[in-house]
């Protein structure tokens, strides 16, 4: 049974930092990894989905990387700015199918 | 294209009460799906549907019925209002019922309180 782990549930950081956001599964045999970012009081918006024949995804200042060996996925922000403040959750699908298992989420603020 | 739109933004419902929640996409998306978020619990899948006519249970479906007679609708009907229902309700949609090259869309979300 897949499941996902995120770690840390929080992370401040100053302007102009770049960060790195971890995401852990832990069944390897996944078909594709996405992530969202949410504000507050808001939905879920689809910002990178990674496929298992793929080990990186860029959009923008966002990286995603994909290794399935180590259980690992991981969403890089370059020179991150106060309106990358927000949750970013990853979920990956149970099996080949359309169910998603969801992390906890990371809070991110980005300080001026 | 408004992607997955959802009514009502919120509602305000008395125990026992009974009311549907409404999802709508126009990407002709086959594959539909309920969820609900809650802190601390992240968010758990409610009801699915792989196509028109299909339906099946998520993780925590009880309370909650579902049916799809179109592609574009996937309604979400609490039958006896709980408090324990109170919670955010997203759905979302993608083109198919498998994962592979299957990005997923959120609706904005309908925020249910239970008194």
């Known amino acids: 049974k897949q499941e996902v782990t995120q770690i840390p549930a929080a992370l401040s950081v100053p302007e102009g930092e770049n960060l790195v956001l971890n995401c852990s599964f832990t069944?390897?045999?996944?078909?594709?990894l996405q992530w969202f970012r949410q504000d507050p009081g808001k939905g879920l918006t689809s910002l990178l989905l990674?496929?298992?024949?793929?080990r990186e995804q860029t959009s923008g200042r966002l990286n995603a990387s994909l290794d399935k060996s180590s259980g690992r996925s991981t969403l890089y922000i370059a020179a991150s700015q106060p309106g990358d403040s927000a949750t970013y959750l990853c979920?990956?699908?149970?099996?080949?199918?359309?169910?998603?298992?969801f992390g906890q989420g990371t809070t991110l603020q980005v300080k001026p | 294209n408004a992607g997955v739109t959802q009514t009502p933004k919120f509602q305000v419902l008395k125990t026992g009460q009974s009311m549907t929640l409404q999802c709508a996409q126009d990407?002709?998306?086959?594959?539909m799906s309920w969820y609900r978020q809650d802190p601390g619990m992240g968010l758990r899948l409610i009801h699915y549907s792989v196509g028109a006519g299909i339906t099946d249970q998520g993780e925590v479906p009880n309370g909650y019925n579902v049916s799809r007679s179109t592609t574009e609708d996937f309604p979400l009907r609490l039958l006896s209002a709980a408090p324990s229902q109170t919670s955010v309700y997203f759905c979302?949609?993608?083109?198919?019922?498998?994962?592979?090259?299957?990005?997923?869309?959120f609706g904005p979300g309908t925020r249910l309180t239970v008194l």
């Open positions: 990407m002709n998306h086959e594959y």
């Open positions: 069944d390897s045999a996944i078909y594709n």
């Open positions: 990674i496929q298992s024949s793929q």
């Open positions: 979302a949609s993608s083109f198919s019922g498998t994962a592979t090259y299957n990005e997923q869309f």
């Open positions: 979920a990956a699908p149970s099996g080949n199918t359309g169910k998603l298992i």
